[in-house]
């Protein structure tokens, strides 16, 4: 079988890590990854793997908050709520959303930025990828839960590039999990190779909100509603 394009690099039929991170460097052009769901913990094992993989740089925003806070978030929840955790986290997310090489690991949970749709204006800025645990007894079934979710736009989560579902954990997992996501994000850039430079004008253009329909310089989404109307 001849490979559909010579410039990159899958030279195996069943890929290797080391094949499937040199391909998916080619393809990402520097962008960053985002890694959201329900677990923090998930969240920062696995965007680890990544960033050793693809060379890139981890950044872990619960690592980053409690620094900044100089307390837990646990007790930062309990002293101001979900909410101003989440405020603090949207923050950091655009400070970060310039970045490129960067795994960036999210908070878990209802008090994570990613858990609000009105917070994901920073994460288009990147890929994201949402590690769902599931209770789907099969590869179909999960695969039918992930296109649900995504359709019904249940969660927050469902505004992520990719969905890689998981049936129960442990560290010893975090490897093969890095891994699926890299596959699903390489089959998705591969069906179209112009959104690394898509999240690049994203980026340049401010991160106003306006993925993946973006608007022209000096679009106001504040205007959104009267130029609509």
């Not at 981890?58 to 955790?85: H, M, R």
């Not at 992520?160 to 997992?173: C, E, F």
């Amino acid at each position: 079988m001849k490979k559909q394009d010579p410039d990159f690099k899958w030279p195996d039929i069943v890929e290797s890590w080391e094949s499937l991170t040199a391909g998916s460097m080619q393809l990402l052009k520097g962008a960053s990854i985002f890694l959201v769901g329900d677990s923090t913990e998930i969240n920062q094992q696995v965007a680890r793997e990544l960033a050793v993989g693809l060379g890139y740089t981890p950044l872990d925003t619960q690592e980053l908050l409690e620094t900044f806070a100089k307390q837990t978030i646990d007790s930062w929840v309990l002293a101001e709520g979900s909410d101003s955790v989440a405020e603090a986290e949207s923050a950091i997310l655009e400070s970060l959303s310039s970045h490129v090489r960067a795994v960036v690991s999210t908070l878990g949970g209802k008090q994570g930025a990613a858990a609000r749709a009105d917070k994901w204006q920073h994460f288009y800025a990147g890929f994201t990828v949402w590690l769902s645990q599931t209770e789907a007894l099969d590869e179909d079934s999960a695969k039918e839960e992930a296109r649900r979710n995504v359709k019904h736009r249940s969660v927050a989560y469902s505004n992520a590039d990719v969905v890689v579902k998981l049936q129960g954990w442990s560290a010893d997992y975090a490897k093969s999990v890095a891994q699926a996501s890299l596959s699903a994000l390489k089959q998705l850039i591969l069906s179209d190779k112009k959104l690394p430079g898509k999240k690049s004008l994203y980026i340049r253009l401010g991160c106003r909100g306006d993925w993946p329909n973006i608007k022209p310089p000096g679009w106001d989404p504040s205007a959104e509603s009267e130029s609509t109307s």
